[in-house]
């Protein structure tokens, strides 16, 4: 069962009703200064990169699902905005050029679950950033994938959509099964998902941040100015390719 697959029917009408986009984005526009190439690192549907490509000159696009690609690639062109875009895993990014802003939201680091995966991306971003360049991403917190998520299910309800959320955690790695049932006109088409998240800690995404290279890291409490505590269950981080002295 391919993760995204067929959930790019129905991201949007749910993910819209959770995640204050508009916030995100201006949490990472307040960090960098307008201009220079941004990449946009697992963009899913576009609904960060269509907020920040407008300030850059030039804007790329990757993500391992082609169908949310598509979406994304589609949603920036409707608005005059032209991309470049990868179906591929952006921990294998190689392209030979350097960017301002690397951007990688929504936890999709949380799905870097195999050995090293997460560190390859972390060195992929920083060897594909510019000099003063910034790569911004978060992560669900350990306390949301052990605590709110763990081994607990959820049922969601709307006028066309209901689905089931069923979790269950082992050894640092939540496992979430989403079975959709989505109106179509008289109908319900039923779509399957299957996605796995790693719990990370903070100070081990820190270290690994620091051992690569990275300069000036700071964790947030989501796309906040305010830190983290223990109870925070997005945490963002920002970090820097400062120039060598």
């Known amino acids: 069962m391919e993760s995204y697959s067929g959930f790019s029917k129905v991201y949007d009408r749910l993910i819209m ?143 066309d959509i209901v689905y089931t959320w069923e979790n269950s955690i082992e050894d640092g790695l939540v496992e979430m099964y989403l079975n959709f049932f989505v109106r179509e006109g008289r109908l319900y088409e039923r779509v399957e998902e299957l996605h796995h998240e790693k719990v990370f800690s903070e100070p081990e995404l820190i270290d690994i941040l620091h051992r690569i290279g990275f300069k000036d890291i700071e964790a947030w409490d989501s796309y906040s100015k305010k830190r983290p505590h223990e109870e925070t269950e997005r945490i963002t981080f920002t970090a820097w390719k400062r120039r060598k002295q």
């Not at 508009?22 to 960098?32: E, Q, T």
């Not at 470049?84 to 294998?92: C, K, L, Q």
């Not at 910034?134 to 959820?154: A, H, M, P, Q, R």
């Open 17 to 159: 009703e959770d995640v204050d986009y508009d916030a995100f984005a201006s949490f990472i526009l307040s960090m960098k200064e307008e201009g220079g190439s941004y990449m946009d690192a697992a963009c899913g549907t576009g609904n960060i990169s269509l907020r920040i490509a407008p300030y850059f000159r030039d804007t790329t696009l990757i993500d391992l699902s082609e169908e949310m690609l598509t979406l994304a690639v589609k949603k920036l062109d409707s608005l005059g905005i032209k991309t470049r875009a990868f179906n591929i895993p952006m921990e294998d990014m190689q392209f030979g050029e350097s960017f301002s802003l690397i951007t990688s939201v929504l936890d999709s680091v949380n799905y870097l679950v195999e050995d090293g995966q997460a560190e390859k991306f972390f060195r992929a971003a920083y060897d594909h950033l510019e000099e003063d360049g910034l790569l911004v991403f978060d992560i669900n917190s350990s306390y949301k994938l052990t605590e709110i998520l763990g081994n607990n299910d959820f049922i969601y309800t709307s006028d």
